[in-house]
């Protein structure tokens, strides 16, 4: 495949993760290290594709 429409794609899975795993205010699903790990990748590949 190629031409303008072709987009490098990467998933991560965190194991052992719910759903809301990102969510710090309830410890019963908060998982910091992947939370941390989860909002690094956000950044980057905003820094990456966001003009602006």
Do not use: I, P, Q
């Amino acid at each position: 495949m190629s031409g303008k429409n072709e987009h490098l794609t990467a998933v991560r899975f965190y194991h052992g993760c719910s759903h809301g795993f990102f969510d710090d205010t309830r410890a019963d699903v908060y998982r910091a290290a992947e939370a941390k790990d989860a909002w690094e990748r956000t950044l980057k590949l905003f820094a990456a594709n966001l003009n602006g």
